[in-house]
């Protein structure tokens, strides 16, 4: 591995790594990455402090399960297990034991991608160590050893005002990475100047930036205003990472733990440079209005006085938005479930499009391209002529923009997993059956015919799959018609779930107080904004089926037939069974649903996820009961 890489790949893996729990020192005071950081940076990811980070994260709900007294046996005897794995064989090439990642950097850590302009993307990454100087002498002695075993230069040169290590392999310079600790903190980059300029910063000075010949022609015409030359300003004075940041802040008591950035056409651009495909297709992109793709970030937090766990999410666009962004066509619409979402929901989404609207842009957008008609020609006719039936007719002026997103576990439980569900509202269900037979027609033994509980739908299973006993096959598509709504799965036991849910044979979701609670806490969020979508997420379904998968006997065969010729099979079968888990029913209160919505903004899309925690306010479940005992 390349100098350049070595570095953010160690500190990249060693992040996944649990810290040590032991107090530091207090350490000078420096700035933020964001502020070290220059405002080029076209992608970033930073931690605000690694211990803290951990520390937070086992206040959770999955964190205290973990470290519950009846779990932490099997997660320790896991946990071991990997270590011994990469021990035997990842530690001599790496240089270092399972165990030294014990010592990774406990404070801020960030790393970020640098445009260079016409160059290639720069490398920078922060790492500090809270004031542990033993961690670091250790990091550096890692270092030495590994340079020293790959015969690489190693060279030594002062910037501003500190020793930094230039690493390289051989003559290739391409190659080289450079990098220095300065008050138990380590930056590295594969570019001095990048080096030089964190140094200013730091400092609390301007930094010196060399003028391009671009540079001075831009500065001799007097047509332009003056500004600030790149390199000159930092990351936290880009106005994209400051709009991502300010959307992402809301509902925070605090700064996020953990934030990240990226410009992704900037990065594609930078990468594929050279790329014959990759540029004519980049260069489409004004035409279709991706240009209008400006950035996308988030930020996370965990614990906190009023979450759980708080996400947030960002897309940055153009306004206004061209082309392809002008297919975002959202209506506003009610997000209770639907009578046909069972309770044991792992996941349910909705939201409500202008089908017809989205569909007459895209006919737009298309001819603009090709030629008047050429949709019609060599698009909707191959619908028409292989369904057998008119595709805008049957199809798309039957939607009535509702679109549900589904998805649980087939019952028996099955080693394939989590099953989804696609459910589109229609305006005539009749005219939607009348598109399913005429399919039917057309696809000829694909489909079945299948009947349950009065309600006929199709099962399709291609000639090579139908010889494989149903339990082993990796999934079942169905399609069916249920009420008004048309309904297309990977899973026909899960179809009939959804049947039986809305016969009220089943549990429904909108009958939940979980859920509930969730769906009230996100309108009160919502409230006097533009919430196009929404997300039900219940990890308590999802670890469930693991749980029982786990410790059911095939599992076991399973792990046993492949541990004859996998060590590492093997092994994980001995602790599955030498550590017994608790049943489910006392692992079950430390999972809580999460809720989560998307807006449409003036300054593009933005999600959020929350969890309020395992005891959710005492209030706000009263109200849910009361409004369930009022319903008829």
């Excluded at 670890?543 to 006997?553: A, G, I, P, Y």
């Amino acid at each position: 591995m390349k100098p350049r890489y070595f570095l953010p790949v160690l500190l990249l893996v060693s992040l996944l790594t649990p810290p040590q729990l032991h107090a530091q020192e207090a350490v000078e005071s420096r700035p933020s990455a964001m502020r070290l950081f220059p405002y080029e940076t076209a992608a970033f990811f930073r931690i605000a402090h690694g211990r803290e980070l951990y520390e937070r994260w086992r206040q959770t709900g999955v964190g205290a399960m973990l470290n519950d007294p009846e779990v932490a046996p099997l997660v320790g005897g896991i946990w071991s297990l990997v270590g011994d794995q990469f021990n035997e064989r990842n530690s001599e090439e790496a240089g270092f034991e399972w165990a030294d990642l014990d010592r990774i950097p406990q404070g801020e850590v960030a790393i970020g991608l640098i445009d260079r302009g016409d160059d290639n993307l720069g490398i920078l990454l922060l790492a500090d160590f809270d004031g542990a100087q033993e961690n670091v002498d250790f990091l550096v002695e890692v270092l030495d050893q590994r340079w020293a075993d790959r015969a690489m230069v190693v060279e030594e040169q002062e910037i501003g005002g500190e020793t930094v290590t230039i690493v390289r392999d051989g003559d290739d310079r391409s190659s080289s990475f450079g990098y220095l600790i300065k008050d138990c903190c380590l930056i590295g980059s594969n570019d001095e100047v990048l080096l030089g300029h964190v140094l200013d910063r730091w400092a609390g000075r301007t930094p010196t930036v060399e003028l391009t010949e671009e540079d001075v022609a831009e500065s001799d015409d007097d047509t332009l205003e003056p500004g600030p030359l790149p390199g000159e300003r930092s990351f936290a004075e880009n106005p994209q990472f400051q709009t991502i940041l300010k959307e992402c802040s809301t509902q925070l008591e605090e700064p996020p733990q953990i934030v990240a950035y990226i410009d992704p056409i900037l990065v594609v651009r930078r990468t594929m440079r050279g790329n014959v495909g990759a540029s004519i297709t980049l260069a489409t992109f004004p035409a279709l209005g991706l240009d209008g793709i400006l950035s996308l970030g988030g930020t996370s937090s965990f614990a906190t006085e009023n979450w759980d766990t708080l996400m947030h999410m960002h897309l940055l666009l153009d306004n206004p938005r061209a082309g392809v962004l002008t297919l975002l066509r959202f209506v506003d619409g009610d997000i209770t479930p639907p009578d046909y979402v069972p309770a044991q929901a792992c996941n349910y989404g909705t939201t409500y499009l202008d089908p017809v609207g989205i569909y007459d842009r895209v006919i737009q957008l298309y001819d603009h391209f090709r030629y008047d008609g050429a949709f019609l020609d060599e698009v909707e006719s191959g619908a028409t002529n292989a369904w057998g039936v008119d595709f805008r007719e049957y199809f798309i002026d039957n939607l009535s923009g509702r679109v549900t997103l589904y998805s649980g576990f087939d019952e028996p439980n099955r080693i394939q997993g989590e099953q989804h569900a696609i459910c589109l509202e229609l305006i005539d269900p009749e005219v939607g059956q009348e598109l399913l037979d005429a399919i039917r027609e057309t696809a000829g033994e694909f489909w079945e015919d299948v009947e349950f509980g009065g309600v006929q739908y199709y099962s399709m299973a291609p000639p090579w799959m139908r010889n494989m006993p149903e339990e082993n096959r990796p999934f079942t598509p169905a399609v069916g018609i249920l009420d008004n709504t048309l309904i297309v799965t990977m899973s026909s036991n899960v179809l009939e779930q959804m049947i039986e849910a809305h016969q009220d044979s089943r549990p429904r979701l909108s009958d939940s107080i979980e859920y509930k609670v969730i769906q009230s806490r996100v309108e009160r969020l919502t409230r006097g904004k533009q919430m196009v979508g929404f997300l039900y997420n219940n990890p308590a379904e999802t670890f469930r089926h693991w749980f029982e998968t786990s410790q059911s006997d095939g599992t076991r065969s399973f792990l046993g037939t492949i541990g004859e010729n996998s060590p590492f099979a093997s092994n994980m079968l001995g602790v599955l069974e030498a550590n017994e888990l608790p049943e489910f029913d006392k692992l079950e209160g430390y999972f809580a649903p999460t809720g989560g919505y998307l807006l449409d903004t003036n300054t593009g899309l933005h999600a959020m996820m929350f969890n309020m925690g395992r005891e959710l306010p005492e209030a706000e479940v009263e109200a849910a009961e009361e409004e369930l005992s009022e319903q008829p």
